[in-house]
């Protein structure tokens, strides 16, 4: 069973770097064709896909969201990572980890077969 699990950041401050870490069991974040993702959902909107990371390393971003978005891996740990600079609070969201079975950049749930819990992330002073 594939499980995922973001950390959890909690408040960030406005201009701030926003981590998060997802922690993969079940899977190799290096194996087959899997595309690890990063989504958001601000308050009272849809679900925004941010990036992504295959299982060779390679990286796919939001182009919106590209100059802000850094996404890396920790191999030894199955572990990756996104990094957001300059939050605002526009940022504030609930930011969710998924596997993907290839490159998605939707929002869309039935693309995506497995995510994590989701944690609140909340931009403020």
């Known amino acids: 069973q594939v499980q995922l699990q973001e950390s959890c950041p909690g408040l960030v401050k406005p201009s701030q770097t926003l981590s998060l870490t997802c922690t993969v069991s079940g899977d190799s974040i290096t194996s087959g064709y899997a595309h690890w993702n990063w989504i958001r959902q601000p308050p009272g909107k849809g679900l925004e896909w941010m990036g992504a990371?295959?299982?060779?390393?390679?990286?796919y971003y939001r182009p919106s969201l590209k100059s802000r978005t850094s996404i890396s891996r920790d191999t030894s740990k199955n572990q990756f990572t996104l990094q957001l600079s300059s939050v605002t609070p526009e940022d504030t969201a609930i930011y969710y980890c998924a596997r993907s079975s290839e490159l998605k950049t939707t929002g869309l749930i039935r693309e995506y077969g497995y995510w994590g819990q989701g944690t609140q992330v909340t931009v403020s002073s």
């Open positions: 990371i295959d299982n060779s390393g390679s990286i």
